[in-house]
Nanobody, 115 residues
């Protein structure tokens, strides 16, 4: 089993920055892709950014150029640096990892951007 713990969410004004972290523990060898998703009230969960074990990245169009995903394989941790935040970035943010084709999800961390 894999456990994921997210941290770093909070309330920030528009234009501000936040850094999310997600640490994996448990059966953590051979972790593949790590990523961040978000879900706003009344909307479906959507991909924000993901990063392969080798460092290849993929971003949603809405965050490209403002958010940066990174991972530290020695710490089994994935980060999401969020800059130039907008009110529409308000959502619950979830960490997801893939290990042997199985998806694991964190419980989420709330990000609120005030205008």
């Amino acid at each position: 089993q894999v456990q994921l713990v997210e941290s770093g969410g909070g309330l920030v004004q528009a234009g501000g920055s936040l850094r999310l972290s997600c640490a994996a523990s448990g059966s953590i060898f051979s972790i593949g892709t790590m990523g961040w998703y978000r879900q706003a009230p009344g909307k479906q969960r959507e991909l924000v950014a993901e990063i392969s074990r080798g460092g290849s990245t993929n971003y949603a169009d809405s965050v490209r150029g403002r958010f940066t995903i990174a991972r530290d394989n020695t710490k089994n941790t994935v980060y999401l640096q969020m800059n130039s935040l907008k009110p529409e970035d308000t959502a619950d943010y979830y960490c997801r990892i893939v290990r042997y084709s199985v998806n694991y999800w964190g419980r989420g961390t709330q990000v609120t951007v005030s205008s």
